[in-house]
């Protein structure tokens, strides 16, 4: 299936259109195609014999001043790599600035190839008026057909599709290409986004006040997270709103379309968030729900497949998983592998802090988050090497069923954090970040600009 890329163009009422590059990093060719499904069977056979997630590609993105914010990272289908992020311009992608007005806050959708050349960017602006117009991406999925669904909020104003948007929250889908097909607005932020293989779509966020989700029958919250699921066609489907107030932090789909969603919740009289883990049916009723009691956290990532449910994210405090006290006086990573049924099946406390976890289609689980140097995980690593404090980046990858090391890597730096962590089918695992020190993913060390850089990395099975 070969991927034809599209020249820029504008739209009416936009301050930018949406921007179409093609393209690679530093170094290669510009292409006016994708690949070739002759090259794209040549890259399928070589995944398959590598090994220990050795780095594959780096690529880096930088906006003006301090503006980078990496939001998302998803694999489609042919294991391509999709990101989505926030910035100012004027912006850098690789060694190449996109040639766009300055000042303006933009949403980036971006596409590469498994080997990291750059297919596609496409920018999202509103129009120039009095105050301040912003828009900003929040979530992003990609559909079985490698389209793609993206959240965020905006000002007003923008224009997709030839419909013009009312100011506030939104939700898009665009095709392989990155041109949009369609857009609507919503009645409350959506900060997490899910789409199982019947096309049904599943939105995550924190709900106050009265909201009405197009059924006629508003619910209401108070920092209550929630859960809505539309069909194909747009039409609600069903809306779950938890008892408890929290913040939502991740969504995860399991095989059969039920649903895991993570976060932190206040759990009376303390005024702290607490780690939980929920499992919602595929009809949008609550199964089961998980709290790290004791602690004082949040669970950020979540991933589920083969009848298991891992969740990732950091605690002080002790909690209890599967009889054992798990005690942390200072922030501590953590990573808990549960059945679908809710039981406890393995855990580990990695790292300082931060979380991010994904499965891929076979018996891996991949993890990765920030560590201080000389922490020892427990794993039969030993001290690991890097700065003081919280600023280092680790990734390793565990087997789903046991929990056992496969590999790990670690990258040092004084200040680098990772964001958003995705798995292709094939094992493979993409990372972004920003750092604001120099840190080397791989190949090479990277030297931050003033401010946030953000950081793409590939790296192999």
Known sequence: MPRVTKRAHLRPGLLLAM???AGCGVGDELVSEGISPKERSAEDESRYNDAKGETRWVNTVRSSGDTD???????DSWGNVLTLSNHRTPIHFGGDPLDTPPGASVLAVSKYTPHGRRMWVRLLAVPASAGSPYVRGLALAVEKHDTVLLTGVQSGGLELSGHVLAPGAFLARLDE????????????TATELAVNTRGHI?????????????????VTGANNPYLVQYDTRGALRWVFVDASRGVPMDLAQDDAGDLYLAGGRFVPPSPLLTPFLSRVSSEGTLQWTRQLAGATGVAMSVAAHGGQVVVSGYFTGTFVFRGQELSASNSRG???????????????????TWGLVEMDQGSGVVVAGRYTGG????????????YPGATNVYVLRLQRPTG??????????????????????????????????????GTGPLSPMPGANTFLLQLKR
């Open 202 to 218: 599943t939105l995550a966020g924190s709900l106050t006040g009265r909201v009405d989700f197009g059924n006629g029958q508003p």
């Open 404 to 441: 056992k090391l496969q590999w790990s890597h670690t990258y040092p730096s004084a200040l680098a954090q990772p964001v958003d962590l995705s798995v292709s089918r094939w094992g493979e695992s993409a990372l972004t970040g920003t750092f604001r020190a120099t840190v080397d993913f």
């Open 177 to 188: 290409d990155g041109e949009t097909l369609w857009a609507r607005s919503l009645p409350t």
């Open 19 to 21: 921007v179409v590059l």
């Open 69 to 75: 914010a990496p939001v998302a990272i998803a694999h």
């Open 334 to 352: 953590f990573a808990l592998d549960y059945g679908s049924d809710g039981e406890g099946r393995w855990g580990f406390l990695l790292g300082s």
């Open 375 to 386: 922490e020892d995980f427990g794993l039969g690593l030993g001290a690991l090497e890097g």
